[in-house]
T-cell receptor
């Protein structure tokens, strides 16, 4: 049972344009969501997060949007840069006290120069 | 500040052999996690430690997998005996209580 889903295994975007990565979840008890970025042969690195009490969180070129009614979140990267090429994982956790991260299957983003 | 250190980075063994992975977390992080990532999938939690106590090992296949964190710092994950289906990347992560998890580079295991 995949509780966190990333339905697009890959995405290609022109440099300078906006990249939008999507994530859906099924467990309504999730209350904290994170995006991790992973380069080959490295572990995932934390990118940005959002609490379920918010609908938007922004950090520089990265913005995460949360739509609780649709159980959907998205990561926007603008403008996209070649160094953004990586695999992006969406993850979710239950209310504080349980730090288990439930990950999606990842989306491979390729930025075309 | 040093990140999470894991060794070895790569391991190739024959099935039925034992294998062990080592992890040294970020200094001061009392929570340590072991994840397994299969090809094309996201990481899945195997076990979580708070200091030296395993507080969540519900996903650890206890018939062949074991883990320890004796002094509440570094940790070892062992598989004995290994099976073909254990081929995966084994990731260690650490965090301060209820804070962001920081991952190591992982150990890529291939069981032949």
């Amino acid at each position: 049972d995949q509780q966190v889903k990333q339905n697009s295994p890959s995405l290609s975007v022109q440099e300078g344009r906006i990249s939008i990565l999507n994530c859906d979840y099924t467990n309504s008890m999730f209350d904290y969501f994170l995006w991790y970025k992973k380069y080959p042969a490295e572990g995932p690195t934390f990118l940005i997060s959002i609490s379920s009490i918010k609908d938007k969180n922004e950090d520089g070129r990265f913005t995460v949007f949360l739509n609780k009614s649709a159980k959907h979140l998205s990561l926007h990267i603008v403008p996209s840069q070649p160094g953004d090429s990586a695999v992006y994982f969406c993850a979710a956790t239950l209310p504080r006290g349980n730090e288990k991260l439930t990950f999606g299957t990842g989306t491979r983003l390729t930025i075309i120069p | 500040e040093a990140g999470v250190v894991q060794s070895p980075r790569y391991k190739i063994i024959e099935k039925k052999q034992p294998v062990a992975f080592w992890c040294n977390p970020i200094s001061g992080h009392n929570t340590l996690y072991w994840y397994r990532q299969n090809l094309g999938q996201g990481p899945e939690l195997l076990i979580r430690y708070e200091n030296e106590e395993a507080v969540d090992d519900s996903q650890l296949p206890k018939d062949r997998f074991s883990a320890e964190r004796l002094k509440g710092v570094d940790s070892t994950l062992k598989i004995q005996p290994a099976e073909l289906g254990d081929s995966a990347v084994y990731l260690c992560a650490s965090s301060s209580t209820q804070e962001t998890q920081y991952f190591g580079p992982g150990t890529r295991l291939l069981v032949l």
